[in-house]
């Protein structure tokens, strides 16, 4: 016996039911890579992903490698996957390089973010607490590494300028020794500790 042709009701019904599962296997694809979440903008932002440029919004997704792009009166706020938060302000330019975190064995988290102008505040999520030796903030000049903390860094091309509100970070200019490439606080001469305590340096 002939297989009877497909229908048109029955080959349009196929093809919905096929799109559908693309549609959310994508999604489960995309929710699997995100890192952290926007919780708050303010004022006009974007994200910079994969050659294209996107309206930053609350709740929109965060995965490495996005660069988030505030305007003048652009406010970005990003809680990550571990409860790290960090907070984009104004005429900022911050790079998601890396972020790596498994519940199961935070001390294997790996974390990287390249702050190339502007303003931003870290404060240390669960990775960063259990893996500071592979937390690391670039910006033009240094390299800032943590010990479990809340910090402000403004940075462009000519200087870098870091407020610690709550324990302490390490900050080292990029060089031979300390390479832009590298994870962790840098250990060289010219590293030098900053804390919550140390007033006015």
């Given at each position: 016996?002939?297989?009877?042709?497909?229908?048109?009701?029955?080959?349009?019904?196929?093809?919905?039911?096929?799109?559908?599962?693309?549609?959310?296997a994508s999604a489960v694809r995309a929710s699997s890579t995100s890192v952290g979440e926007v919780t708050l903008c303010i004022g006009s932002?974007?994200?910079?992903?994969?050659?294209?440029?996107?309206?930053?919004?609350?709740?929109?997704?965060?995965?490495?490698?996005?660069?988030?792009?505030?305007?003048?009166?652009g406010h970005v706020h990003v809680r990550f996957v571990d409860g790290a938060l960090v907070s984009v302000r104004p005429d900022s330019v911050?790079?998601?390089?890396?972020?790596?975190?498994?519940?199961?064995?935070?001390?294997?988290?790996?974390?990287?973010?390249?702050?190339?102008?502007?303003?931003?505040?870290?404060?240390?999520?669960?990775?960063?607490?259990?893996?500071?030796?592979?937390?690391?903030?670039?910006?033009?000049?240094?390299?800032?590494?943590?010990?479990?903390?809340?910090?402000?860094?403004?940075?462009?091309?000519?200087?870098?300028?870091?407020?610690?509100?709550?324990?302490?970070?390490?900050?080292?200019?990029?060089?031979?020794?300390?390479?832009?490439?590298?994870?962790?606080?840098?250990?060289?001469?010219?590293?030098?500790?900053?804390?919550?305590?140390?007033?006015?340096?």
């Amino acid at each position: 016996m002939m297989n009877r042709p497909l229908r048109p009701i029955r080959m349009l019904r196929l093809l919905l039911l096929m799109w559908a599962l693309l549609a959310l296997a994508s999604a489960v694809r995309a929710s699997s890579t995100s890192v952290g979440e926007v919780t708050l903008c303010i004022g006009s932002s974007q994200i910079q992903r994969e050659g294209r440029s996107e309206s930053v919004t609350k709740g929109y997704r965060i995965v490495p490698g996005d660069v988030i792009r505030t305007t003048t009166n652009g406010h970005v706020h990003v809680r990550f996957v571990d409860g790290a938060l960090v907070s984009v302000r104004p005429d900022s330019v911050l790079q998601v390089v890396e972020y790596r975190y498994d519940p199961a064995n935070p001390s294997a988290s790996l974390i990287k973010f390249y702050l190339e102008t502007g303003t931003m505040r870290g404060i240390s999520g669960l990775a960063a607490q259990a893996a500071r030796d592979k937390f690391r903030l670039n910006t033009p000049l240094v390299a800032i590494g943590v010990k479990g903390t809340d910090f402000v860094t403004q940075a462009d091309a000519k200087r870098a300028v870091v407020l610690v509100n709550q324990g302490a970070i390490v900050l080292a200019p990029l060089d031979n020794a300390c390479s832009v490439d590298g994870f962790g606080p840098c250990a060289t001469p010219r590293s030098r500790e900053l804390a919550a305590t140390m007033s006015g340096m």
